[in-house]
């Protein structure tokens, strides 16, 4: 069984004592505002952020807060989410916790995963039995490191086409990058290692910027998307 442990991130207020800070993990549970109801349910982990080295002064958010306000019946509209799953199968096994609730819940279009941690030889047992009526699925994995990194977009409308990675072998072995195009935009998902220590890997994420600038809309007129998690 996995659980998830919810705790407080300290919150500068001029008026009440600073808190301690738990070294293991620390979660976005409430407290950030002033007449603010920041309570979130364990069932809906989409809705929690957790940082696993917290540091002193972070204040946390809600994600809920940070939803814009709702469409007009009239307006056309799909709806992208993104979410870093931080391991897609450790996930789905999470007591109380379905993708189909999640489907319901927020009603998207397309859904970016990133760190899906997923290796090949499982993506077809997972695309069966993760949601219904999301029949457009692209999942790419990392090979160079097992159960490692990995992003996917699941969508409810078929794409023109699809591409993985940046066409580069050297940088396409870690799943870090999935493209779709639709009619009248590109969607790209991406999961880009940060520099590091050192700036030991700062060329990968140069090729990513090169990539996201130049590659995809090359004498397109088409709107580009960008979903990109750096770490």
């Given at each position: 069984?996995?659980?998830?442990?919810?705790?407080?991130?300290?919150?500068?207020?001029?008026?009440?004592?600073?808190?301690?800070?738990?070294?293991?993990?620390?979660?976005?549970?409430?407290?950030?505002?002033d007449?603010?109801?920041?309570?979130?349910?364990?069932?809906?982990?989409?809705?929690?952020?957790?940082?696993?080295?917290?540091?002193?002064?972070?204040?946390?958010?809600?994600?809920?807060?940070?939803?814009?306000p709702?469409?007009?019946?009239?307006?056309?509209?799909?709806?992208?989410m993104?979410?870093?799953?931080?391991?897609?199968?450790?996930?789905?096994?999470?007591?109380g916790?379905?993708?189909?609730?999640?489907?319901?819940?927020?009603?998207f279009?397309?859904?970016?995963?990133?760190?899906?941690?997923?290796q090949?030889?499982?993506?077809?047992?997972?695309?069966?039995?993760?949601?219904?009526?999301?029949?457009?699925?692209?999942?790419?994995?990392?090979v160079?490191?097992?159960g490692y990194?990995?992003?996917?977009?699941?969508?409810r409308?078929?794409p023109?086409?699809?591409?993985?990675?940046?066409?580069?072998?050297?940088?396409?072995?870690?799943?870090?990058?999935?493209?779709?195009?639709?009619?009248?935009?590109?969607?790209?998902?991406?999961?880009?290692?940060?520099?590091?220590?050192?700036?030991?890997?700062?060329?990968?994420?140069?090729?990513?910027?090169?990539?996201?600038?130049?590659?995809?809309?090359?004498?397109?007129?088409?709107?580009?998307?960008?979903?990109?998690?750096?770490?």
């Open positions: 069984k996995l659980s998830i442990k919810v705790n407080e991130v300290p919150v500068k207020r001029p008026t009440q004592a600073k808190r301690k800070v738990p070294s293991d993990i620390a979660c976005a549970d409430g407290g950030a505002a007449g603010v109801n920041l309570s979130m349910s364990q069932n809906e982990p989409w809705a929690v952020l957790a940082h696993t080295k917290p540091q002193k002064g972070w204040i946390p958010y809600n994600p809920r807060t940070m939803r814009p709702p469409l007009t019946g009239d307006t056309k509209f799909m709806k992208l993104s979410w870093n799953v931080n391991g897609l199968r450790a996930l789905l096994k999470l007591e916790f379905s993708a189909l609730q999640l489907a319901q819940r927020e009603d279009d397309v859904l970016c995963l990133q760190e899906t941690k997923m090949e030889k499982d993506v077809e047992t997972v695309k069966q039995t993760l949601l219904e009526g999301y029949e457009n699925s692209f999942w790419t994995c990392s160079s490191k097992l990194s990995g992003t996917a977009i699941v969508s409308i078929k023109l086409s699809v591409r993985y990675g940046l066409g580069i072998s050297d940088h396409d072995s870690e799943g870090r990058l999935v493209t779709v195009e639709f009619d009248k935009y590109y969607l790209i998902n991406g999961y880009v290692p940060n520099s590091g220590d050192g700036l030991k890997r700062l060329v990968t994420y140069i090729f990513c910027l090169y990539y996201l600038d130049f590659s995809v809309l090359q004498s397109k007129d088409a709107v580009l998307f960008c979903i990109i998690i750096f770490k």
